[in-house]
């Protein structure tokens, strides 16, 4: 059913007042031609009293003798892989390009991490690809896929095996409610194209517990062929909600809506007929009921979009893809969306960047979606960073995560320096790690993102990757609640 305008101004009228990364809601229309309304500070939407004073996390970064990590003094971190230097239990080397991470309460007191692989194209390209295990492969011409990685109690042992093969481009992906991880290609390849013998740009289901579970991989057709970035899941009314990294024209972000009578759980996705459920793309408008064309006209923390959802006409993009199936007026598309986190009842969802190609410029933007009054709320906005290779200001956020201490936890995936940051629920900002690991040259030094941010079950240790060369990082210290 559409969200009237009345309906949107009823629920826009309290939006702000729920676990917001925002302090006192401002403007809650910027569209242009948007009529604003300024929502009035309420005890829910006011910062804590002396909040403004403090400063929030955990200090200054003490750049790493070794030059690999940077940490706040009492944190200290553990290679837990590197590509080149670990191995599988099969004796090949890690996989590089560590992307999209999930953790999982294993047997007797083990740690499981699923890790995606982010390797586009033919296997040929990479000196360290996802090997070929029996039975785990979808394209054998394909780079990519998943690694398992198993962590004992006292985290004196670590193994790692592969848990998907022969896929492209797996990047952000996202965990379920019933314990498997979702591993998205970020890629819209066919066969014949790029090297590839099947097609590509699906999702795939991976259950880190039982490896028998991924045999014979079957890609999950009714959730779309387009370059997908990440998934979450509604555990309450069982949609799906996945973004798309793509341009000209910018990408979507899609949910999916399951056949009626359909029951989620462990493989129940790859049971699914290839048109199962329904598809659909954001169509956003303003207080005003007006349009909104892409998510970079929200130009203040707080703003307000009301939500319609539109079906997709093809969703395995047979001719065009599938963002290139809408007119300009019929959906609301952004630049990079990226990352995604289900908390507080709703969606954590990133737009990295806009630039010339979107309304309006920006250095990332964080977005949540309630389920439950169909709209977007926009939580964190990082204006354009003027001078990016200087430490201090944040930009480009990509892998998110909700921090059991408060707050988001959000990879950088920007220009130049590149962190591990914080976003307090009033919108402040702070450092929980640099890269000090120049893979470039001391007269034009490079960084590589940061990915996969995500806690451990027990929430004492914060799992992260550095994307090149592939390194996975386990970084523990005397967390807190941040207020």
């Known amino acids: 059913m559409p969200l009237t305008r009345r309906d949107f101004a009823k629920r826009s009228a309290v939006a702000g007042a729920g676990v917001a990364l925002t302090g006192s809601v401002g403007v809650l229309a910027t569209a242009p031609g948007a009529i604003g309304q300024e929502v009035p500070e309420t005890d829910a939407t006011a910062p804590a009293a002396g909040a403004r004073g403090r400063t929030p996390g955990y200090g200054p970064l003490i750049p790493d003798p070794a030059g690999i990590l940077a940490l706040p003094a009492g944190f200290s971190y553990r290679i837990i892989t590197r590509t080149g230097v670990t191995t ?19 047997p007797r007191g083990t740690t499981l991490l699923v890790n995606n692989h982010e390797l586009k194209g033919p296997r040929a390209r990479w000196p360290h690809p996802v090997p070929l295990a029996d039975g ?17 109690r006292d985290g004196s042992h670590v193994s790692e095996r592969v848990g998907i093969a022969g896929t492209s481009t797996n990047c952000a992906g996202g965990r379920t409610p019933w314990g498997t991880w979702l591993t998205c290609e970020e890629t819209e390849d066919k066969a014949g194209q790029n090297g590839m013998t099947k097609d590509h740009g699906y999702v795939f289901e991976v259950d880190p517990h039982d490896i028998r579970a991924a045999r014979a991989p079957r890609p999950v057709k009714a959730l779309g062929r387009y370059a997908h970035e990440a998934v979450v899941v509604d555990p309450k009314r ?16 899609y949910r999916w809506t399951p056949p009626h009578g359909f029951q ?23 207080s005003g009921g007006r ?30 893809p599938v963002r290139k199936q809408f007119g300009d007026r019929d959906v609301t598309r952004a630049r990079k969306l990226e990352g995604m986190w289900w908390a507080d009842g709703g969606a ?136």
């Open 291 to 320: 349009f909104v064309d892409d998510l970079s006209r929200a130009t203040k923390t707080g703003t307000v979009y009301g939500v319609d959802w539109i079906e997709v006409p093809d969703r395995d993009a047979r001719t065009p």
């Open 264 to 286: 989620h759980g462990r493989g129940r996705l790859r049971t699914l007929a290839d048109d199962a459920g329904v598809l659909a793309a954001p169509r956003c408008f303003d």
């Open 238 to 253: 069982g949609h799906l909600y996945l973004t798309e990294d793509a341009d000209r024209p910018n990408g979507l972000l």
């Open 348 to 483: 954590y969802i990133v737009s990295s960047y806009a630039r010339a190609e979107s309304p309006v410029r920006h250095d990332g933007q964080v977005w949540f979606y309630d389920p439950r009054r169909r709209t977007l709320t926009l939580k964190v906005l990082l204006g354009v960073n003027p001078d990016p290779g200087r430490d201090g200001a944040f930009d480009g956020p990509d892998n998110i995560t909700v921090s059991p201490y408060g707050g988001l936890i959000i990879a950088e995936d920007g220009e130049g320096v590149q962190h591990l940051f914080g976003a307090m629920d009033d919108g402040r900002t702070y450092p929980i790690a640099r890269n000090d690991l120049n893979i470039g040259t001391a007269a034009d030094p490079a960084y590589s993102e940061f990915t996969g941010p995500v806690f451990s079950p027990d929430g004492r240790t914060l799992f992260a990757n550095i994307q090149e060369p592939g390194i996975m990082l386990a970084i523990t210290g005397p967390w807190r609640r941040q207020r």
């Open 136 to 152: 785990l492969v979808y394209d054998p011409a394909a780079a990519g896929g998943c690694t398992v990685v198993e962590i004992s």
């Open 88 to 106: 599988l239990e099969t004796g090949e080397s890690t996989p590089s390009n560590h992307d999209g991470t999930a953790a999982f309460q294993g």
